[in-house]
């Protein structure tokens, strides 16, 4: 049986991972978007926004950016269960003698990988924004990307659960994506959000990740960009993570 | 009769208010290639979701060598492949790729893993291909590559569930030749589904499915005896003549269609025409014969027809307008 999830989730894995390393156009479009924000909203605001917080505004939200690319590359990954049950593959893994469980895992993990080969890419420009990132600082942002990147694929999955095709795509990005990336943190500081939407980032569990990057790149400053420890940070993203999963691979499991 | 490997009593699905299938009750033997007929809609899917646990049923039960559906449902799943109806290849993965998922996901042993895909692959001819991406192949192709990739893990029954759907009809009669030959070369047992009544043919055993109730069960000969047999028509010299020596010399039903003898024979007809032939000796100027076809027993049982499309005449857009619409219902 543990061979049997094993197997699974491991060609789960791979098969993402082939198609990812297959299809460039795809690489290029979600390496596009940090690299946009990053350079053109970021360098631009530069300019405008003060160094209040003692560092540059570009400097600021490459966190934040990190943090971007994983938020979209994860979603989007673990979305393509939607695509496996539009074009019917879901089927081939459903009528297999294999947990659900494991599926949802395999799928959880692809995006992980996916998501982290990204974001160290994304990492690796640090010094072109004038920071300087020791080994163990870009090894404790990897690990911390790993973690939130699990989180939000297993978020992206539960979310694919519910959907069977993708006419609900746009609903998914405006009214779930695009606000969990503004209210975390990651282009301002939450701290001068007004009431009502700081509730919001509390219980957004982006706004831990970002966070906790902010700890690993940024550490030099933690007076004045952080919210939260990095302890709590830490337990947040695992917590929902696990609960993500499990609520996933139960939704899985229903049979009609 | 072999022993049975499947084994369905008094099976119920209904979603809501709506009875898919409605106490139905068969038998599958080892071996043989059992075909569910009916029209789209008569529960046929429905039957096959529960067959692979993909559904379970409001009641009744359904026992696949051995084991029941819904308590063992593992274990039915390692004993049985699937060629769904809609197709379930990644398009984007080589055919060999999407042969090696497979063979993970069954837990083929990782010694012989290569070897039984390479065979798969043989036995459907599709080895030179296998490291193209499924997206460049033809309909045809996918067909028999997802039936490569559900024997690969060496199932015991093999479920088709409208395996001809949407190809032409070279690659469909090239399909069923190929499926025909997979009990005795790949011992396994087949359960199909068809709307196509002529594909049904091949088949051992066949059940006739309509508004979710098995309306008439047994092999294709049987079956299109319930029609009565063969019909002769026969063009001669002088027709009145002629009947009247039928009747009285051959005691056969016959009759006058047009400028045609029309003769209704019980059961084969091929030892008929010769001793018509003789008996009519000199008169006969054409014959012609014709069979029942299991498309007329599906007429005569319900009253209606099993394709009301094949009237139209035109199958390709009907069956496009079909597919678009499964896309939509879903």
């Known amino acids: 049986m543990i061979q049997a999830d094993i197997n699974t989730i491991y ?41 209040a917080m003692g560092i540059p505004y570009i400097q600021f939200i490459f966190p934040g950016i990190i943090g971007m690319t994983i938020l979209f590359s994860s979603i989007f990954s673990s979305i393509s269960v939607i695509w ?5 593959f879901m089927k081939e893994m459903l009528a297999a003698p294999v947990s659900r469980f494991s599926i949802v895992v395999g799928k959880a993990l692809s995006g992980t990988a996916v998501s982290v080969i990204q974001a160290f890419m994304i990492v690796l420009l640090f010094p072109l924004l004038g920071l300087k990132l020791s080994l163990i600082q870009i090894m404790q942002t990897i690990g911390v990307s790993m973690l939130l990147a699990f989180c939000l694929s297993s978020l992206g999955i539960l979310i694919a659960s519910f959907y069977d095709s993708f006419e609900s795509f746009s609903v998914i990005m405006n009214f779930i994506v695009m606000p969990m990336f503004f209210l975390s943190g990651a282009m301002y500081p939450v ?12 219980i957004n569990p982006f706004t831990y990740g970002i966070d906790a990057l902010k700890h690993t790149v940024l550490p030099g400053y933690v007076l004045t960009t952080h919210d939260f420890p990095l302890g709590l940070d830490i337990a947040v993203i695992s917590f929902t993570s696990i609960f993500f999963v499990i609520i996933a691979g139960n939704v899985f499991e229903r049979k009609k | 009769m072999s022993l049975p490997i499947i084994k369905v009593k008094n099976l119920t699905k209904k979603f809501g208010s709506a009875t898919a299938v409605d106490d139905i009750s068969f038998t599958v033997a080892k071996g043989s290639i059992f075909g ?18 993909l559904l379970s049923p409001t009641s009744g039960s359904a026992i696949i060598d051995g084991h029941h559906c819904v308590e063992e449902s593992s274990e039915v799943r390692k004993k049985i492949g699937i060629v769904f109806q809609d197709n379930t290849l990644d398009k984007e993965l080589t055919a060999y790729e999407n042969l090696l998922f497979h063979s993970y996901l069954y837990c083929v042993p990782r010694a012989v893993r290569r070897k039984k895909i390479d065979e798969a692959l043989h036995f459907v001819n599709l080895h030179e291909r296998k490291d193209d991406p499924v997206k460049k192949f033809s309909g045809g192709m996918k067909r028999r590559l997802e039936v490569a990739r559900s024997l ?23 399909l069923w030749e190929f499926i025909s030959r997979l009990p005795e070369e790949q011992g396994v047992t087949i359960f199909m589904t068809t709307h196509y009544m002529e594909e049904a043919e091949i ?22 005896k319930m029609v009565g047999g063969d019909v002769i028509y026969l063009k001669t010299r002088d027709n009145s003549s002629s ?8 005691h056969l039903d016959a009759e006058e269609r047009g400028e045609e003898i029309f003769i209704q024979v019980s059961g084969n007809s091929d030892a008929c025409i010769p001793t018509l032939i003789s008996a009519l000796s000199g008169r006969v100027v054409a014959v012609r014969m014709q069979r029942p076809a299991l498309n007329d027993v599906f007429l005569k049982l319900t009253g209606k027809d099993i394709r009301p499309e094949f009237i139209s005449g035109n199958n390709e857009i009907k069956d496009a307008i079909r597919s678009y619409r499964r896309k939509f219902d879903k």
């Open chain 1, 84 to 88: 496996d049950k539009e074009f019917g």
């Open chain 2, 203 to 224: 088949c051992g055993e066949i059940s006739i499915i309509d508004k979710g109730k098995i309306i008439a069960s047994g092999s294709p000969d049987d079956l299109k």
């Open chain 2, 152 to 174: 690969i893990h060496q199932p015991k029954i093999l479920f088709l569930d409208e395996p001809t759907l949407g190809l032409d009809p070279q690659s469909r009669t090239n």
């Open chain 2, 36 to 53: 569910f007929l009916g029209p789209n809609g008569a529960g046929k899917t429905t039957t096959i979701n529960i067959l692979c646990t």
């Open chain 2, 243 to 250: 009947l009247r020596d039928i009747r009285t010399l051959l």
């Open chain 1, 11 to 51: 060609i789960v894995v791979a098969r993402e991972l082939i198609k990812f390393f297959r299809d460039r156009g795809r690489f290029i479009a979600t390496m596009a978007r940090p690299l946009i924000w990053l350079f053109l909203v970021g360098g631009g605001m530069s300019r405008i926004v003060s160094t």
């Open chain 1, 191 to 202: 701290q001068s959000l007004p009431h009502v939407l700081g509730i919001f980032t509390k």
